[in-house]
């Protein structure tokens, strides 16, 4: 079963490379024991232990499902006319498997008219199943969905308000757009239905009619039916539904539409919202949160309309429902924002129910919540320093929980409780999950660098040295570090046991680079400093981060300024080395510090190591104002990210790379954040050391900042190749993906009027094979083994936006050029595309393309990677050629 | 907009498709290829239940050997998605009786589909009361064999009532002998550290209620906490009984408690849905009785040797006993051998959590059974570390004891007809997380 399931993987991963849009009941090959597994549960069996021996060789290529359903074909058809007794029952079971192979992914969309045939039944059961397929296949078939609409239309017209309530939801979820004309109908009576149920479902399948043609939902006039039902309707449900339909669609339309947007601006009046608060029992507790949600937004006239609606609201937060609790605790927040003192008091109110969410319930909900409990207490932690003890970590949390607790227990630290807190961090530093060490390591000196008394918690620090295991020296000697340039009045402390380190111990670059600037800076107090720089110079080769040998070299020039005589053969060493080095920062800084010294020791002196001023205030990495921002969408996604709405929902924001990276190795989540957001730094007139105490920092791991120091690979006899990928790596500033692209797009231009005089070889002109081919696996391989040796934008003529319909019509153009296409995928606005194409002459010379096409802005993203990258740019040349042709006849 | 889901994916361990529900069409059908690439087959499983990949947002939960994954593409409220999960696992659980898991989703998908349909439209949660909700499925939940509990008879044809005063109960309801169940569930929750001193302490209880009662009955609870018997005293302009009062930090309830006559007079009074559901919850934080308290001592004898010694004091009334006591004692991973003497149950060494095991089926109150091991490791030359040791775990169960010390004063039923019911209390202290560091 296991091989079985790989194969299946196999087959799977492919698919994702048609990264935006497939539909999910195409065929998954699946081999013929594992439905027939299916089929064993779908009995009903309880027993089901998958067969024991390993399947020996399912062939990949054989949907092999398709022996099952045209044997259900056949049993469906011998029913659909039979009257005898008991054929239901033989109909449910067949209808059970039909559903049942397609929530495996079997298509069985063939089934249709058999299916449709089959369920003139009055039996309810059978329609619902007869429905639910329709549902699924409907898109995919929009011919045959006309054979539904006769059979859905006659039930919603039955007696029974269930089966109409069922006909004309599954009405509205056929989803294609040639049928909306059969819709408006049956929508209109639901929508005055008497019974309850009918007018639920018809409000929202407004909302569906809408995504699926908006101007037949406007032009019947549903939207103002749907506002007249929401303000008289006597079943909450519906009045709940109609409210997320209008949000949505006075949203949708009010970049359109003036009168939308002064319906939207409606929904805000008081009338409504006082209609809706004094309803709000009614509602069941999802609606509740709607509703509470829309009187955030809403603006009260005076205090006295603040204090009545929080009087009314006040018991929401009692609340047995979380998610109630937690949307009337933004509306308090909200309304109380212009009055310091109630805000405050609100604060207050809330904590408890707050630290009940959290200590109660589902682990993933009490996560939601203490992610909103984490946004207050960075926002005030004042209010919460006397319940420190609440987010002490249990041994068994997870790292996620335990992270936010170790962030709140430094944020609320105060003279008070400084004390009981680090007593408690010291706790978890000796823990044996290294991460959760780290953490709670650098929570102890965050509180140092907040607190003005730091005797006794640089005691603990220093304690932690000794404790000797790696990882807690080395996040040790970067606090240190950061502690010594706020407080240099401890560096005599600190150096007498930083001094017994041995570097040996020390591997991890981050730390390896705090201790050398000690090293360097108190040179003069550590006696032996020299030596221990010079040991480390003479392993100058075996040491990998460039980041180290930058601080190494700064450092032994300190050390030589200070105490020439023991340093002088260290320096010649270190200089030697430096201007040796093949990267090229350290490289530079040799080479200055070189001249620097042969023109004058005293500038020198003044530059490389002036008097210090200690550092007060160390940057925050998020800004005020993206604070406030996620403070305004409390109760969201926002709050568990930690940014804003717009850095993760736009895709402007997001990046126009983000697909690709799938393929390779992803970064996603929070950690991208902090590209996105430029950290300011107080370098403290320090400015050859690269050193912030933001963890955020440290957290972008491995990837982005070796990365970044790492010379990039590239041919040097093309320059222009060299220059984009560096703009690709962004060297120091985590820059917005998108000034990203465009400063490749400046520099393109650049290059593009300096290209005629560049020194390097006009290129051949390029062949490519006409019929190339590259089987997925293989394309799959080298997308992920081949670095990317280009990155552009280019705009698309008009004509050929307006051609792109449909993903295929590019696809055929480029195949006129001799680029083929192997995966594709997307809707308007944005299309994605994977190309390929061999040179002529080799049978090795791939290009791999993937190009992402964004129909509203005009701009293609361009990405090639190649086997033989010298030509890469060439074939991007062409490329764009063949891409700007596009659409002209 | 609190959550426009746009689809909610079940998958076994595996990650195969169990269930799949495409409420929108803002996502592809490939994301679950994209959970499982990037959560379930990477080591970000088990990291954070909320992760983007790509434009979307997946929040995903375990129950049992089952993920729900629920994909949105828009900025949704987090809390509700979760607590919707919650709640429809909590209504699949009484439609299938009981279990959770791979073979009762299989055995009940087309059920689960219709309730999916129900419980959601377009991405937007609907009605998850189970009474509203057996008017509209057709199908019933296929129990397993091993499930006690009766199927529950259909209803028969019952008026459509989506709404009304009392959503959560059915007009009509008759029972032949009117019961009332009340369970006062408390899990308490301890942090003391090596020097005998309490950390955080707090109790987390819930009051579980299983009503059997005919008609509209109007019920009232009352608690000996602090604030409802000063109330209560007040009204009636009574001295207050002596008496132990409890003071609860906080309180939620079920939607059918009338929250108004809490916040003004202080009493529970609330019109209950059939069954069995959760009544209120609280948290307490101060005067909590702990059930028992641990003393440890641990030696190292050396680089090969430690020797263990814990004693257990339960410190709840004589007559009372606890139930299912294990008390769990780390020790380091390089364990060779280990031998034991216990006064009472049984002690072993458990190789695969790393831990002295000592289980007491019956732990009666006022007694101090103590355990002391001899624990030989394996001297290992790299390890020049000492070992940091995590702290002590129990677990443990207490009937007719709450660490809170919270009771039922009373509860009263009022039904039109007047009827007789008859009402049952019982109390239980759990253990939540139980620390003692060492």
Known sequence: ?889 | MPVAASAIYFLNLRGDVLINRLYRDDVGGNMVDAFRMHIMQTKELGTCPVRQIGGCSFFYMRISNVYIVIVVSSNANVACAFKFVVEAVALFKSYFGGAFDEDAIRNNFVLIYELLDEIMDFGYPQNLAPEILKLYITQEGVRSPFSSKPADKPVPNATLQVTGAVGWRREGLVYKKNEVFLDIVESVNLLMSSKGSVLRCDVTGKVLMKCFLSGMPDLKLGLNDKIGLEKESQLKSRPMKSGKTIELDDVTFHHCVNLTRFNSEKTVSFVPPDGEFELMKYRITEGVNLPFRVLPTIKELGRTRMEVNVKVKSVFGAKMFALGVVIKVPVPKQTAKTSFQVTSGRAKYNASIDCLVWKIRKFPGQTEPTMSAEVELISTMTEKRSWTRPPIQMEFQVPMFTASGLRVRFLKVWEKSGYNTVEWVRYITKAGSYEIRC
């Open chain 1, 1 to 889: 079963m296991i091989q079985n399931h790989f194969q299946v993987c196999a087959g799977i991963r492919f698919v994702l490379l048609h990264v935006i849009c497939q539909d999910f009941d195409r065929t998954v090959k699946l081999s013929d024991q594992r439905i027939a597994w299916i089929l064993q549960s779908s009995r009903g069996r309880s027993s089901m232990s998958p067969p024991a021996q390993p399947q020996k060789s399912p062939s990949p290529s054989q949907p092999s499902g398709k022996g099952e359903v045209s044997d259900l074909k056949l049993q469906l058809r011998q029913l659909a006319g039979s009257r005898a007794p008991g054929t239901d029952d033989a109909k449910r079971e067949l209808f059970k498997k039909v559903i049942s192979y397609m929530t495996v992914g079997i298509d069985v969309s063939s089934l249709f008219s058999e299916m449709v045939m089959c369920s003139a039944t009055s039996d309810t059961v059978l329609k619902k199943m007869c429905y639910l397929y329709v549902g699924n296949y409907a898109k995919g078939n929009p011919d045959l969905a006309l054979l539904t609409i006769n059979f859905l239309q006659k039930d919603c017209r039955d007696e029974d308000p269930m089966i109409r309530g069922l006909a004309l939801r599954s009405l509205c979820s056929l989803r294609v757009a040639n049928l909306v004309e059969y819709l408006v109908g049956p929508m209109g009576s639901g929508l005055k239905d008497n019974n309850g149920y009918v007018r639920t479902v018809a409000t929202i399948g407004v909302l569906k009619l809408y995504h699926i043609s908006s101007t037949t939902c406007i032009d019947a006039d549903f939207p103002s039916m749907l506002k007249d039902l929401m303000l008289n309707d006597p079943d909450a449900q519906v009045v709940a539904n109609c409210l997320s339909a209008l949000q949505e669609i006075w949203s949708l339309e009010a970049s359109t539409s003036e009168e939308a947007s002064r319906e939207r601006e409606a929904l805000l009046s008081k009338p409504v919202i006082y209609y809706l608060l004094n309803r709000i029992k009614d509602f069941s507790e999802w609606a509740q949160c709607l509703v509470l949600d829309l009187v955030v937004k809403y603006i009260p006239s005076d205090s006295n309309e603040i204090f009545d609606i929080m009087n009314l609201l006040e018991d929401r937060l009692q609340h047995a429902n979380g998610a109630v609790v937690l949307a009337t605790i933004k509306v308090f927040l909200h309304l109380t924002l212009s009055m310091t003192d109630v805000h405050q008091q609100v604060y207050e109110r809330i904590k408890a129910p707050l630290l009940t969410l959290v200590s109660s319930g589902s682990q993933e909900l009490s996560y939601a919540v203490l992610c909103h409990l984490h946004l207050l207490v960075m926002r005030a932690p004042i209010l919460f320093s006397s319940d420190y003890k609440h987010f002490y970590c249990q041994y068994n949390e997870p790292f996620y929980v335990k992270k936010l607790k170790l962030e709140m227990l430094t944020a609320v630290a105060n003279e008070s409780n400084t004390y009981e807190i680090v007593t408690e961090l010291c706790e978890y530093a000796a823990n044996v999950d290294v991460p959760i060490a780290r953490e709670s390591i650098r929570a102890v000196g965050k509180i140092a660098l907040q607190q003005y008394d730091v005797n006794a918690i640089v005691d603990r620090l220093l304690q932690f040295l000794e404790m000797d295991k790696d990882h807690v020296t080395a996040e040790t000697l970067v606090l240190v570090k950061d502690l010594l340039r706020k407080y240099p009045q401890w560096s005599h402390d600190c150096i007498a046991v930083v001094g017994n380190i041995s570097s040996k111990n020390v591997q991890e670059p981050k730390a390896k680079a705090a201790l050398i600037w000690m090293l360097g800076e108190y040179s003069q107090d550590i006696s032996d400093a020299p030596y221990i720089l010079e040991s480390l110079v003479e392993n100058w080769e075996d040491e990998h981060s460039a980041e180290v040998r930058l601080h190494l070299l700064t450092a032994v020039l300190k050390c030589f300024l200070r105490r020439p005589p023991e340093t002088q053969k260290a320096l010649g060493a270190a200089l030697a080395a430096g201007l040796a080095d093949s990267h090229q920062d350290v490289h530079d800084r040799a080479l200055f510090y070189y001249r620097l010294l042969q023109y004058n020791v005293n500038v020198t002196e003044r530059v490389v190591d002036p008097p210090k001023q200690a550092v007060s205030v160390f940057a925050d990495t998020q800004s005020s104002e993206i604070k406030d921002r996620i403070f305004d969408e409390f109760n969201s996604l926002s709050v568990v990210y930690q940014k804003p709405s717009y850095m993760f929902t736009d895709k402007e924001h997001r990046g126009p790379f983000e697909f690709s990276e799938e393929l390779g190795s992803l970064s996603v989540g929070v950690e991208s954040a902090h590209n996105v957001i430029p950290a300011q730094r107080v370098d403290a007139n320090d400015n050859d050391l690269l050193l912030s105490t933001s963890e955020k920092e440290e957290n972008k791991g491995p990837s982005s900042n070796g990365s970044s120091y790492n010379a990039p690979v590239y041919d040097g006899s093309i320059s222009l190749t060299v220059s984009q990928t560096q703009t690709e790596t962004p060297y120091s500033s985590p820059a917005l993906p998108t000034q990203a692209s465009q400063s490749t797009l400046a520099i393109d231009d650049l290059l593009g009027l300096g290209l005629p005089a560049a020194p390097s070889p006009v290129p051949p002109p390029l062949k490519l094979n006409v019929r190339a081919a590259l089987d997925p696996n293989t394309f799959q391989r080298k997308w992920g083994q081949l670095p990317v040796s280009l990155t552009q934008e280019c705009s698309i003529n008009p004509q050929g936006i307006a051609a792109l319909t449909t993903p295929q019509v590019l696809i055929r153009h480029m195949q006129g050029h001799s680029i083929h296409c192997i995966a594709s995928g997307g809707q308007a606005p944005n299309f994605k595309f994977f190309f390929f194409a061999q040179k002529a002459e080799e049978p090795a010379g791939f290009f791999l393309v993937e190009c992402v096409i964004n129909t509203s802005s005009s701009k293609a993203q361009i990405k090639v990677k190649a086997d033989d990258q010298s030509t890469s740019q060439v074939f991007s040349d062409l490329f764009q050629s063949a891409l700007s042709k596009f659409g002209k006849l």
